[in-house]
């Protein structure tokens, strides 16, 4: 790669690391999935997959498109709030009922299933289209043509990365899960962030359209 081309690389490496390594909705899905050694491959390759078509978008305009359609907006954060609510609830539930921690007596999601859910923590997420659409497109943008194809391999690597290490990385955390307690921490925190995040997806487009 030519030498001129590797800060375009690192610059949209670090900048994607540094928006998806975050505890999110998605990411605790694919880490319990990955805790659960359940479709875990389609799954990461899944979420590498969908970062990167949306950063090309982002870098060849969509950002500038997205801003320009305001309700739009609107639509994203309610469909977000409702299905993270559903599922903060279906967290807290199982966080109820102790036989239903542990890994082998659950009973396993179908691909597709595992799949859909995936697609509905990617794109129901206002957030994604901020970060990988708007924000990683304009600086995408902002680079010299030459530069942006290399900005983008290099933002999708970081999103591959973290996601295999999520993913593949959470049975180290196996024997620890073991324990139905450890579980039953588990869903309980996911059930409370995901209806925190509802939340505060219904107060933002309650403020945004309050202010319209």
């Given amino acids: 790669m030519n030498s001129l081309l590797i800060p375009a690389f690192t610059k949209g490496f670090a900048l994607s690391a540094g928006l998806i390594i975050?505890?999110?909705a998605q990411n605790m899905f694919v880490l319990r999935q990955g805790l659960k050694r359940e479709h875990v491959l389609p799954i990461v390759l899944f979420c590498a997959a969908a970062d990167a078509a949306l950063i090309v978008a982002g870098v060849s305009g969509l950002g500038g498109v997205l801003a320009l359609v305001p309700g739009l907006s609107l639509v994203l954060s309610l469909g977000g709030a409702a299905f993270l609510g559903w599922y903060g609830v279906a967290a807290l539930r199982r966080a109820a009922n102790p036989s239903a921690l542990v890994?082998?007596?659950q009973a396993g999601l179908t691909l597709g299933a595992a799949l859909a859910g995936t697609a509905a923590f990617t794109f129901l997420n206002p957030h994604v289209y901020i970060d990988t659409v708007m924000l990683m497109g304009a600086v995408g943008a902002s680079l010299p043509s030459a530069e942006r194809p290399?900005?983008?391999?290099?933002?999708?690597?970081?999103?591959?990365?973290?996601?295999s290490a999520l993913g593949f990385g959470a049975r180290l955390l196996a024997p620890l899960f073991s324990r139905p307690a450890a579980w039953r921490v588990l869903d309980v925190g996911v059930g409370v962030m995901m209806l925190a995040l509802a939340a505060s997806l219904i107060h933002g487009a309650w403020t945004a359209a309050a202010a319209a």
Avoid: K
């Fill in 22 to 24: 975050a505890i999110g």
């Fill in 103 to 105: 890994v082998e007596q």
């Fill in 150 to 163: 290399v900005f983008m391999v290099g933002a999708a690597t970081a999103s591959l990365v973290w996601f």
